[in-house]
């Protein structure tokens, strides 16, 4: 039987002493991000759930679009979420931080251990609203500068980012090849109709992986790419 600490030995954060950002979603095998509900919910099963709760143990802060949020009624990290011997003397639950411009912020992630993620450009009264209730870091004017983003995090020592998606953010992250590592679960369905991919930009953007490793999980393949830079 895998532990979790056996599942985590196989995903280190490089020392790089600038953040890290890792990716983690869950894939049909044609590519669909969102089972029948317009989540991802069942598309993984037990196996997804494994290494999405190791995967967490392991960050300082989870990074997430609020459409995510918003779509799969996401709350600050719970605790039992997470390993507790994964943490190696870090924060006890990783930060959770919400990237919106419409701060269109659900009542559910207006609590401690969130943090919220948008540019100058956002309703300026919903920020002074928010900003009463959780901690708002603003950077850039029109768009999210993430050159500042990432800076602020190292300075807090948030250097292992996990990113949970979804498509338009880590599209975002995609064309500001920003992503250094995709964590992906395959599931084991075809799923055709109106589903999202993992990566959603406006133009055409490629960017070279290589295969860090494959992990058979049951039905299910646990796959890590690094960038190819
Ligand atoms: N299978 C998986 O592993 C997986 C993982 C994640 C998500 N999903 C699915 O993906 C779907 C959501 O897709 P999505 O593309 O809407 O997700 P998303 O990227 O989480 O959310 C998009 C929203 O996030 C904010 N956002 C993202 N990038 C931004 C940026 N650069 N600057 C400012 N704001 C930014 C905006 O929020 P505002 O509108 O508030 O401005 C934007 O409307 C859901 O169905 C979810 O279940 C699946």
């Known amino acids: 039987m895998t532990t979790p600490r056996d599942l985590a030995d196989l995903y ?4 790089t002493g600038r953040p890290w950002i890792r ?4 894939s049909s095998v044609d590519g669909a991000v969102q089972d029948r509900r317009g989540v991802s919910g069942d598309l993984g099963g037990e196996a997804d759930l494994r290494i999405f709760r190791v995967l967490r143990s392991l960050c300082d802060v989870v990074l997430v679009g609020a459409g995510t949020t918003r779509a799969e009624g996401y709350g600050p990290i719970p605790r039992e979420s997470i390993h507790p011997e994964l943490r190696d003397g870090r924060a006890e639950v990783p930060l ?7 701060l269109d912020i659900p ?3 207006r609590r401690p251990g969130v943090l919220v993620v948008t540019c100058a450009d956002s ?3 919903e920020r002074e609203r928010l900003a009463q209730q959780v901690e708002v870091l603003v950077a850039g004017g029109a ?3 993430w050159p500042a983003v990432l800076d602020s995090f190292a300075a807090r020592g948030l250097t292992r980012v996990l990113c949970e998606g ?8 995609l064309d500001h090849d920003l992503i250094d590592e995709a964590c992906v679960t395959v599931s084991p369905h075809l799923i055709g109709g109106p589903t999202k991919r993992m990566t959603e930009t406006s133009t055409f953007t490629e960017r070279a992986m290589r295969l860090s490793h494959v992990v058979e999980d049951g039905n299910v393949l646990l796959t890590r790419w690094l960038r190819d830079r």
């Open 23 to 26: 990716t983690n979603f869950v």
């Open 107 to 109: 009542e559910s992630l």
């Open 143 to 145: 768009q999210i500068d």
């Open 12 to 15: 280190p954060y490089p020392q």
């Open 96 to 102: 959770l931080a919400v990237v919106s411009r419409s």
């Open 123 to 125: 309703p300026d009264s």
């Open 166 to 173: 979804g498509p338009r953010l880590h599209g975002t992250l």
